[in-house]
Nanobody, 116 residues
Framework: QVQLVESGGGLVQPGGFLRLSCVAS????????IAWYRQGPGKERSLVAV????????NYVDSVKGRFTISRDNAQNTVYLQMNSLNAADTAVYYC?????????WGQGTQVTVSS
C-alpha cells in the first residue's frame, strides 16, 4: 500500500535551518508529483511546495520563496524540503502528500517548531 513517511522535524532557533525528508513506497514514485503541506497552530493545512515527477518543475507558496527548496531523489523514492531562515511563522506540522490514481495520501507529519 502507499506509504509516505516524513522525518527531520525538530526545534530550531529563528534564522536556523532544517531539512525534511519524505520516503515513499507502494507506488511508482518517479511518475508522480509530490507536495509538502503544513498546518500551524489553529490554522488550516496549506500547501508549501510542490515538485513534478522528474524534479524539473517546482512551485512554492509566496511566504517561503527564496528560503525553502524542494527536491527529490527518484532512485531513493525520497522528497526533501530544505528550509532556511526559519521564523516563528514556519512553526507547524509538515506533511508529505501524493495523489495516486485519484486517491490522496498523507504522511503522519513531522513537527517543526521555531523558537528561541
Amino acid at each position: 500500500q502507499v506509504q509516505l513517511v516524513e522525518s527531520g522535524g525538530g526545534l530550531v532557533q529563528p534564522g536556523g535551518f532544517l531539512r525534511l525528508s519524505c520516503v515513499a513506497s507502494g507506488f511508482p514514485f518517479s511518475h508522480y508529483t509530490i507536495a509538502w503541506y503544513r498546518q500551524g497552530p489553529g490554522k488550516e493545512r496549506s500547501l508549501v511546495a510542490v515538485i513534478g515527477h522528474d524534479g524539473s518543475i517546482t512551485n512554492y507558496v509566496d511566504s517561503v520563496k527564496g528560503r525553502f527548496t524542494i527536491s527529490r531523489d527518484n532512485a531513493q523514492n525520497t522528497v526533501y524540503l530544505q528550509m532556511n531562515s526559519l521564523n516563528a511563522a514556519d512553526t507547524a506540522v509538515y506533511y508529505c502528500y501524493a495523489r495516486v490514481e485519484n486517491t490522496q495520501y498523507w504522511g503522519q507529519g513531522t513537527q517543526v517548531t521555531v523558537s528561541s
